[in-house]
Nanobody, 123 residues
Framework: QVQLVESGGGLVQAGGSLRLACAASGRTFSSYSMGWFRQAPGKEREFVAAISLTGGSSYYADSVKGRFTISRDNAKNTVYLQMNSLKPEDTALYYC????????????????WGQGTQVTVSS
């Protein structure tokens, strides 16, 4: 079992930045790749970013590429999502998730999920 707790969400103006964090407890954190997903009101949950077990590889959705950066600190059992140049369309509930795969964009590959942290970007 892996327990995930997100933090760092909030209200920010367009063009601003936020850093989300996801703290993991339970089984060995470095055994899991990590991902961030988001769900806006009335929309399906979508992939945002993923990072491999060791942090050597990462994937991004086209909509956030160049603005968001995913990173992990295996010593602290934490994964981060640095979000810069935020846009109103980034408003969503952001979830972190853990996968036993090396790295994945697929929601179905993630077996553990946090409760989410709200990000609201005002125009």
């Amino acid at each position: 079992q892996v327990q995930l707790v997100e933090s760092g969400g909030g209200l920010v103006q367009a063009g601003g930045s936020l850093r989300l964090a996801c703290a993991a407890s339970g089984r060995t954190f470095s055994s899991y790749s990590m991902g961030w997903f988001r769900q806006a009101p009335g929309k399906e949950r979508e992939f945002v970013a993923a990072i491999s077990l060791t942090g050597g590889s990462s994937y991004y959705a086209d909509s956030v590429k160049g603005r968001f950066t995913i990173s992990r600190d295996n010593a602290k059992n934490t994964v981060y999502l640095q979000m810069n140049s935020l846009k109103p369309e980034d408003t969503a509930l952001y979830y972190c998730a853990a996968s036993p795969h090396y790295i994945s964009r697929r929601e179905a590959d993630y077996g553990y999920w946090g409760q989410g942290t709200q990000v609201t970007v005002s125009s």
